[in-house]
């Protein structure tokens, strides 16, 4: 139960996240929510494709999708009447990066995958919503910055995998790796920590 209201979090903090990169992109109201959708739920959906998961965890939970719809008509609104902080974007972000990223780690693990590929599914789990809403909104995607994005997500599962192998409790596990996602994601953005740039090609 309380893994799954760390997931309704999650989603949630993504569709808050669609609505703002829309009103940034100065999108519709329409176009808002349509992205509130796509962030929240385009990493499961990749999630189950590749662990070959049918029915698609959302089309059979209406709690989730009431969750998304109500997130973003209630951003929408905010958004309306107040500004926004500057960074609130990148701090739901990272929420939703945590919950999500910890949630797909625990599904390849119960898929019974290797764990190089339990590692990899935590972070596309994690990291699909954003780069689709950013591709979306006609920006470059955090993942492929310069930006401490898929290194947090990917330190995250790992401390996952790592308690499961000590055989802690999976909602220890969850919460420890989700501190430790969203923990690095903040503290990247306070001190503006970045990742080495490719260098430049001549020619």
């Known amino acids: 139960m309380v893994l799954y209201v760390l997931y309704l979090i999650g989603v949630a903090s993504f569709a808050v996240s669609g609505v703002l990169a829309a009103a940034r992109a100065r999108m519709d109201l329409f176009g808002g929510i349509v992205l509130a959708f796509i962030a929240a739920l385009s990493g499961g959906t990749l999630r189950d494709l590749l662990l070959d998961r049918r029915p698609l965890y959302w089309t059979q939970d209406e709690l989730l999708l009431t969750v998304i719809l109500a997130a973003g008509v209630g951003t929408l609104v905010y958004i309306r009447f107040f500004r926004p902080?500057?960074?609130?974007?990148?701090?739901v972000d990272a929420l939703g990066l945590a919950v999500v990223t910890v949630i797909g780690t625990q599904a390849a693990l119960a898929a019974g995958i290797?764990?190089?590929?339990?590692?990899?599914?935590?972070?596309?789990?994690?990291?699909?919503?954003e780069v689709i809403r950013d591709i979306l909104c006609d920006e470059l995607p955090l993942l492929l910055r310069e930006d401490i994005y898929a290194i947090a997500a990917l330190a995250g599962s790992v401390l996952y995998v790592v308690l499961d192998q000590f055989g802690a409790p999976a909602t220890l596990n969850a919460v420890l790796a989700i501190v430790l996602v969203f923990g690095l994601r903040l503290v990247s953005m306070i001190f503006k920590l970045r990742m080495p740039s490719l260098p430049r090609l001549r020619g």
């Not at 339990?118 to 972070?123: E, Q, S, W």
């Open 85 to 91: 902080p500057v960074r609130a974007l990148y701090v």
């Open 114 to 129: 290797a764990t190089p590929a339990v590692l990899m599914m935590g972070v596309i789990t994690g990291a699909t919503g």
